[in-house]
């Protein structure tokens, strides 16, 4: 009796770790690939099997647009989501933001040593189904391994590429005296929820990521209204809604100011950032977005906005003046006025 | 959010801000310093200062414990994780503060070196981290037996039970590696100093009717304590909470001491404060804790009895002692206004350094690391009214002299 020569005992997804023969370039890595990323990712260019992947001519009138996105978040999973349907989530939106219609992804995947594959399974399969749901295919990839120690499980590096029409030209510089912010919903809820799972920090809170591809959220806002009313999509990420409003006040060249009482935020999002010392005008989101619309079409921009799920609760939070010190202030509910600068360094908390 | 909202609603605000408006004198002026920190960060957080009436000035006093922290100090830190190699765990604002510049390999720092800070040592290699509470750092050390870790204590009154209570706690245990360096200061003899100052003594420089006392520490000291400055000094002092209507609150209730020739310690904070304070807190830090007969304060100086050290019967917990650490006083910056910024005789925007060199990216000095702080408060906050029209009035009356080198608020 013989045994057959093609047997090859399969990835141990259950108990298994990477170790550096997954990065060696031999056997193992293939295996890797074979039975975990391409089975999950499956679609006919990784199918190709070549070093790249050929794709199909843009559709006629249409750019190439561009985006890319290293993703390194601590704790991997968190209420709401995990580094890989985050990773899919926020390459989509960088495309989205400038008009463009999402079509591919790319990822690599950095290793640490040690890293248990049953959790790799987990992302590499949570990246799927995201990717699935925003309807890109992840059209390439890589692995590499790093020794324990050098990495912090698994680091991902997405590119998405999507396509522009011809004569579309949204971008933070175009903001101009006058326009109306608006806000697709609550803020905070992404940072909030991975907080909540930091060691040394855990709590308990019903708040998960917002996480979520808003292509569709942009393409019926931009559907609303002519071409050209939409000036500016941002998504409010690391930095939050402060650090973006700032971002296009420096790239535009004007001031913004908010009304506080207009920027939704739930009371389990604001009562962890009392809690925390936090402000959640700078803690991150990845499933909201900050557009700047002409003043004639702001409803219409805010009404497409609350009729798709995942701009229910958009809101009309400032307006654009002109400013040459390019800052943002904003109306506190109390009464007063006040500054809403760049984030300093990293948030930290108040002592007392 | 219940039980917080109540304390910022608009409304009240406004009825707050008219009757304030009715109430000062026409003709007086009225100078309030807050002596917290967490009041200087309410009243830029919500715009306080632009409800009260012109006639009022705030006057951010040293109630900011990481302002206050002499740049000495936070170099015995840093030697402590770069040189002994312990983990160093402190509180989020203390990783930024600026010290001295430090050579790598026991070089002397090369000419213009950048100062150090608990971060930077932290990307040299040296093991910080940030805790949220004392008893994280102590769990640290539980965690870690044959490494020595070091809790750097700073605070007032508020954060001084907790750094006693893991001291007692690690001593019942028998935790060998845990030590702390403290650096715990005292409220009132930071008031006092103020009091005695030449610029409000002598000169009149720095003009104080009278003083928004602490919210946090007034729970653990009580209102007891400040009646000797009422007494003393003829001051009022009203103890308030952090909320901004606790801060308008206490503005009115300053306002008619002061139209009332009246001096008196009065408790807006009345739903936390008592006259006695916490008692059990009290007890505990005194048990670890005895006076310090000097200690070097930011923007004061030497202050007797302005602090506290780890008792002998704890010594084995003092990471002074420990690890034989000397106090080397290091002046600050030449240009660094943060002691007379702290003292209430200059305000943020009259240091040079101010917005140019020395932002929250990178401070200079201290009063621009803790959104606390003065400087860091004015720039992130309140910057943007500076060169607004009725900024032109404070500064055409700084040049007139009257309220002459006042720190202004956040107007």
Request: proline letters at 6%; hydrophobic letters at 45%; one cysteine or more.
């Amino acid at each position: 009796m013989t045994a057959s020569r093609r047997y090859v005992r399969p990835l141990d997804l259950k108990t298994g770790r990477v170790d550096m023969n997954h990065g060696a370039g031999g056997r193992a890595g293939a295996q890797l690939i074979d039975e975990l990323f391409a089975r999950a990712l499956d679609n006919s260019f990784l199918r190709q099997g070549d070093d790249g992947a050929r794709l199909p001519a843009l559709p006629a009138g249409h750019r190439l647009v561009v985006a890319t996105d290293g993703h390194v978040i601590s704790p991997l999973f968190f209420p709401g989501g995990d580094i890989g349907s985050l990773a899919v989530h926020g390459t989509v939106n960088d495309v989205a933001m400038m008009g463009a219609t999402p079509l591919y992804l790319t990822a690599a995947f950095i290793l640490e040593e040690g890293f248990a594959l049953a959790e790799l399974k987990r992302i590499v399969e949570s990246m799927a189904r995201a990717a699935r749901e925003a309807g890109v295919a992840v059209v390439a990839g890589d692995t590499k391994v790093v020794e324990q120690g050098k990495g912090d499980g698994v680091f991902i590096a997405t590119t998405g590429v999507g396509a522009l029409p011809e004569g579309r030209s949204i971008g933070g510089a175009r903001a101009r005296p006058g326009d109306a912010v608006l806000l697709s919903g609550s803020i905070g809820e992404h940072g909030v929820a991975v907080l909540s799972k930091r060691e040394s920090l855990e709590f308990e809170t019903a708040i998960e990521s917002d996480s979520a591809a808003l292509h569709g959220l942009v393409a019926a806002l931009l559907a609303a209204v002519p071409e050209g009313a939409v000036r500016v999509l941002r998504d409010p990420t690391r930095g939050g809604l402060a650090t973006t409003l700032n971002e296009i006040a420096a790239q535009s060249g004007v001031g913004v100011v908010l009304q506080e009482a207009s920027i939704p935020v739930r009371p389990q999002v604001e009562a962890a950032c009392e809690l925390l010392g936090l402000d959640p005008l700078y803690v991150a989101n990845e499933g909201k977005l900050v557009a700047v619309v002409g003043p004639a079409a702001a409803d219409q921009v805010l009404a497409a906005m609350r009729g798709h799920p995942l701009g229910r609760d958009a809101a009309r939070i400032g307006e654009v003046i002109a400013d040459d010190h390019h800052f943002v202030q904003m109306a506190t509910r109390f009464g007063g006025r006040r500054m809403v600068d760049w984030l300093s360094g990293e948030q930290l908390p108040r002592i007392c | 959010m219940k039980y917080v909202d109540e304390f910022r609603d608009g409304e009240l605000a406004r009825g707050l801000a008219a009757r304030i408006a009715a109430e000062v004198q026409p003709g007086r002026r009225y100078h309030f310093m807050e002596f917290c920190g967490g009041h200087t960060h309410a009243i830029s957080r919500y715009g306080v200062a632009e409800l009260l009436p012109a006639a009022v000035r705030m006057i951010h006093g040293p109630g900011c414990p990481v302002c206050v922290l002499p740049v000495g100090r936070i170099d015995q830190a840093i030697a402590l994780a770069l040189e002994h190699g312990v983990t160093l765990a402190t509180y989020g604002d203390v990783m930024r503060v600026p010290a001295s510049a430090r050579g790598i390999d026991g070089k002397p720092p090369a000419a213009g070196a950048p100062a150090l800070s608990l971060l930077r040592a932290k990307a040299r290699g040296a093991d910080v981290r940030m805790v949220y509470s004392a008893a994280d750092a102590l769990e640290l050390a539980r965690r870690r037996p044959q490494q020595q870790v070091v809790f750097l204590a700073i605070g007032f009154e508020t954060t001084t039970p907790p750094t006693a209570l893991v001291i007692r706690q690690a001593a019942a245990e028998g935790i060998a590696n845990f030590s702390v360096l403290c650096n715990h200061v005292l409220t009132p003899s930071a008031i006092t100093h103020i009091l005695e100052s030449a610029e409000v003594r002598q000169y009149g420089t720095v003009p104080i009717d009278g003083f928004v006392g602490p919210a946090h520490v007034s729970i653990v000291i009580g209102s007891g304590p400040y009646e000797h400055f009422a007494e003393e000094y003829r001051k009022p002092v009203v103890i308030a909470g952090f909320e901004p209507l606790d801060v308008m609150q206490a503005v009115l209730m300053l306002v008619r001491q002061v139209n009332d020739g009246r001096a008196e310690v009065e408790n807006e904070f009345s739903r936390a404060v008592t006259r006695d304070g916490n008692l059990a807190a009290q007890q505990v830090v005194a048990e670890v804790f005895e006076l310090r007969p000097s200690f070097e304060w930011r923007g004061l100086g030497e202050v007797p009895y302005s602090a506290l050290q780890i008792r002998p019967a704890y010594a084995g917990f003092d990471a002074e002692r420990r690890f034989g650490l000397e106090y080397r006083s290091v002046p600050d910056h030449k240009a660094c206004e943060c002691g007379a910024i702290l003292r209430g005789v200059k305000r943020p925007s009259d240091c040079k350094l101010f917005g140019t060199v020395c932002t929250p990216e990178s401070p200079m000095g201290s009063c621009m690391v803790s959104s606390e702080g003065a400087c860091a408060a004015h720039y992130s906050y309140g910057r943007f009214r500076d060169g607004e029209a009725g900024d032109a009035g404070g500064r055409a009356e700084r040049k007139a002299g009257v309220g002459a080198g006042c720190q202004r608020p956040f107007e």
